[in-house]
């Protein structure tokens, strides 16, 4: 017997649809005004009470922005740094949780629960031994210094493993009766199986490395090596901050983030929920 549902009144689904356009409106609020605030003149931006609205599509500090630090060359330090740890994550933590769920070993499950354990390490208690090390090995102003602490994570491996573990066991019995080894099985069952998953963590991975501030600021002293997050601090002055340049700068580092995240979202969701649900 199916249940009785009473249609939803026209009052409702307005309240309903409203909520949901105020709490939107709250989100991109800041999202808007920064676009409102790109295209001021310094004037304009400068006013009390603030203007919502530009008079008029000024292009001046764009360009102002632009001149006055190398943001595109920061821009490219920090794709190259963010592409570099998301492919080295993704790969790291795709070949851990593999032997954490198909190959047999003493003491599993302890080292999975100790590997996992450092998620509960903040990063900020490594930092000295981390710079300690890359300035031992000569790394510093430099992509390795940059890249190579941040090549694996727990993170990664708890999420891989998790959806590993939701893919049918009989396919990897029939690919072993077959003959076919882990490395084959890896690389030709369980990696175009975990497209989601894979897609989740280097978005994830990504938009950590883009958004890095504090290491890139200890292990890089040229502009050469910096990145995007120095550069936006670079555009603030001790005489005179002009927040109207800063918001520019911050406009032109977020189209990237955006842009990733418009192709990476629904992926990312799809990962993230994985292994929430049994059955």
Not at 11 to 40: C, D, K, N, T
């Amino acid at each position: 017997m199916k249940a009785f549902s009473h249609p939803r009144s026209p009052f409702r689904l307005f309240s309903l649809y409203g909520l949901l356009v105020l709490l939107s409106l709250l989100v991109l609020g800041p999202l808007l005004y920064l676009l409102a605030q790109i295209f001021m003149t310094p004037d304009e931006a400068s006013q009390f009470p603030p203007k919502i609205l530009p008079s008029g599509l000024y292009t001046g500090e764009l360009k102002n922005a632009i001149d006055t630090v190398p943001i595109f060359g920061f821009i490219l330090n920090s794709f190259v740094l963010a592409v570099s740890i998301m492919i080295l994550q993704v790969l790291t933590a795709a070949l851990a949780s593999y032997a954490f769920v198909y190959i047999r070993f003493a003491g599993s499950r302890f080292w999975f629960a100790l590997f996992i354990s450092t998620m509960m390490i903040p990063w900020e208690v490594t930092i000295i031994p981390n710079y300690l090390t890359v300035k031992s090995w000569g790394w510093l102003d430099s992509f390795q210094g940059l890249i190579v602490p941040f090549a694996a994570s727990a993170f990664g491996v708890f999420l891989l493993r998790q959806f590993f573990m939701q893919l049918p066991r009989e396919l990897f019995e029939a690919a072993r009766i077959d003959g076919c080894g882990h490395f084959r099985h890896f690389m030709s069952i369980v990696l175009p199986l975990s497209g989601p998953a894979a897609a989740s963590l280097a978005v994830y991975v990504f938009l950590n490395g883009w958004n890095q501030y504090l290491w890139p600021l200890l292990v890089t002293s040229s502009d050469a090596m910096r990145t995007v997050q120095i550069g936006i601090a670079m555009l603030q002055f001790e005489e005179l901050t002009s927040w109207n340049l800063v918001l520019c700068g911050v406009a032109l580092v977020l189209v990237p983030s955006f842009a990733l995240l418009a192709l990476g979202l629904k992926p990312l969701v799809r990962g993230i929920t994985a292994g929430a649900v049994k059955g």
